[in-house]
Every structure is written in structure tokens, then in C-alpha cells.
């Protein structure tokens, strides 16, 4: 949509469920920004989670398309936590070159007792466990998978944990997620997800400006003094500025906010890359998969004649006549 901002002029919006790339030259950053509605929407109402596990997708959702989306190869990202918490497992991934998918899994009784007690900041809900990164690029090339502890209060500091251990740049991680109540056109309630986030990189031409304070090794170990780079301090500081609110705001966008963050630097954003909400099941691969089991491990799966199976990302079920597969 044509919008104006002050000092461009008329501009076109990247708009919802679009991951925009972005270079602030003047402080050596690059990044993306996105702002995510109908997509998210989907794939969360479709699992009618309870409203706290509902924030966690959201939040893996967006972390896995904006860090999915700058894969330059033909591949999937998996970003997923596994946890003793009363949501033990939370995974998203993201497709080349635009589908994603999520779902998590939570124990009903530990969950509500969770909210029982006001237990439903992020560690809370997860408890101990990891979050991993994987990066698949297919059958014939080997996986990437960095995995970092669930020792923040939330998935942006974890998140920041993973890039310093795994990545070494200097990153910096903003997510927010909004809960949105109005009324549809014939006025009845209706309920609505919204979600954003940001990365934003320090990619100077010198490596040596990457360098950052060493993370402590614990039983009271010291950081190294090391002095941050001035250029990445500045854009850190602006980046830590950021309102939820102004992640998720439609009426901001994302240009917008990218303009209000870096235009004294000098921001360039690049066409926005589309996301959708699709899952990579088939009738045709689950009936391989069936194929591969043995006649034992069929027959354990056949009710009534047939065998039912349910995707746990897009909630499709297939229905197989037990006749129409047989073991390899």
C-alpha cells in the first residue's frame, strides 16, 4: 500500500506477513524486520491454544522467519525448544524460500496449574531444557544444529545467547506478540494474533570491530574488559528503544519503524520477501511413511480397517484403508 513518510515522500508498504531486509551503512548494521497478522492468525487459530502457550508459538514464529528468511539456499531452519516445563516442546520452521509452520506441546493439568499460580512468564512455562537451532539443507548435505540453554526470561535474550555463542556477530533481537479483541463485519466478538520482531547485526568491513566481552563462564568467573565497538553501542541502544507496541502496531509498519529507528544514519530497505502459513505434509508422504513400517507396527496403528493419521503442524487428518499401504 502507498503510504508517506516524512523526508521519502510516498513509499509502498511492505504491509503484514512480509520480512523486510534492511542496511543502516552509516553504523555497519543489517537486518530484518517483520510484522506478522493473517499468516500467524492462521496457524494459532487453528490450534486453539490456551493464551499463554499462544505467545510462545507466536514468539518461535517470528525468531524462525526472521532468521529462516535470510537462508541463501535451498533448505529448512527448525528453531525448537525442549523443556521439563509444563510446555515441553515448542517448534516452528521455516521452508525456502516462504513456508512456515509451528505447534507446541504442553501437559493440560501442569499448564493450568502454571496459570493458576501466575506461572506464565516464558521460563516459567518452559522450565529447563535447550533451544536449538537447526539448519537442513537436505538428504545428501549434513545438518547444522546450534543449541543453547533456556536460562533467560525470554526467547530474545536466549536468542541473543545463541548468536554470541554460535554465531559470533554482535546481535541484537527485539520480539513482540499482541492480543488483538474487536468485531468482525456482522459485529460479533472476534479475537486476532499480531506479532513482530527485529534483528539487527553488526557486520563491519574490519572483523576485529566484531569482537565482544567474553560471556562468564560461571562459578564466579569475570568477563573480559572489552570495549564495545561505538557504532554497534549506538545502534544496540536504538534497537533496545523499540515498544512492543511498535512491533506489532499495523498503523506504524515496519517501514516506518525502521525509519524512526535510523534515518540521522542513513536506513535502505529491500523488497520484502512474503511468508505463508504452509504446512509440508501430504497424503502421498505419509502414506510412504506407512509404507515403511513393518506389518507389526501396522497392524498396531489399524482401527476399525483403517489407519488415521494426524498432522501435529497443520492439524489435517489422513485416513488410510489398511488394504492401501503394506510394508516395503
Request: hydrophobic share 40%; net charge negative.
Amino acid at each position: 500500500m502507498m503510504d508517506t513518510i516524512p523526508g521519502l515522500g510516498q513509499f509502498d508498504f511492505a504491509g503484514d506477513d512480509h520480512v523486510v531486509p534492511f542496511q543502516v551503512e552509516g553504523l555497519d548494521v543489517r537486518g530484518r524486520a517483520v510484522q506478522l497478522g493473517p499468516m500467524l492468525d492462521a496457524i494459532l487459530e487453528r490450534h486453539n491454544y490456551p493464551l499463554p502457550v499462544a505467545r510462545l508459538v507466536a514468539e518461535t514464529v517470528v525468531l524462525t522467519v526472521l532468521l529462516g528468511t535470510s537462508l541463501k539456499f535451498e533448505g529448512k531452519l527448525i528453531v525448537q525448544t525442549k523443556s521439563d516445563g509444563p510446555v515441553d516442546l515448542v517448534v516452528a520452521d521455516f521452508a525456502t524460500p516462504d513456508r512456515v509452520r509451528a505447534y507446541a506441546r504442553f501437559d493440560e493439568a501442569a499448564l493450568q496449574a502454571a496459570i493458576d499460580k501466575g506461572e506464565t512468564l516464558p521460563q516459567q512455562l518452559l522450565g529447563e531444557g535447550i533451544l536449538a537451532f537447526t539448519i537442513d539443507q537436505g538428504a545428501h548435505m549434513q545438518r547444522y544444529q546450534g543449541i543453547v540453554p533456556l536460562d533467560g526470561a525470554s526467547l530474545e535474550e536466549i536468542a541473543g545467547v545463541y548468536f554470541r555463542q554460535s554465531e559470533q556477530i554482535p546481535t541484537k533481537v527485539r520480539l513482540g506478540v499482541a492480543e488483538l479483541l474487536d468485531r468482525d463485519e456482522q459485529g460479533k466478538p472476534r479475537h486476532r494474533w499480531r506479532a513482530g520482531g527485529m534483528v539487527a547485526q553488526f557486520l563491519p568491513e574490519a572483523p576485529e570491530r566484531m569482537r565482544q566481552p567474553d560471556l562468564s563462564g560461571g562459578d564466579g568467573a569475570q568477563e573480559h574488559e572489552l570495549e564495545i565497538d561505538d557504532l554497534w553501542d549506538e545502534a544496540r541502544v536504538m534497537v533496545e528503544t523499540i515498544d512492543a507496541d511498535e512491533l506489532t502496531d499495523p498503523t506504524v509498519g515496519t517501514e516506518r519503524l525502521l525509519y524512526r529507528l535510523f534515518h540521522e544514519r542513513g536506513v535502505r530497505v529491500y523488497p520484502p520477501q512474503a511468508v505463508y502459513d504452509r504446512c509440508a505434509c501430504s497424503r502421498e508422504k505419509i502414506r510412504d511413511v506407512l509404507a515403511s513400517l513393518s506389518q507389526e507396527e501396522l497392524d498396531e496403528t489399524v482401527e476399525e480397517g483403517a489407519i488415521s493419521v494426524t498432522c501435529e503442524f497443520c492439524s489435517t487428518t489422513y485416513r488410510f484403508e489398511a488394504t492401501e499401504v503394506r510394508p516395503q
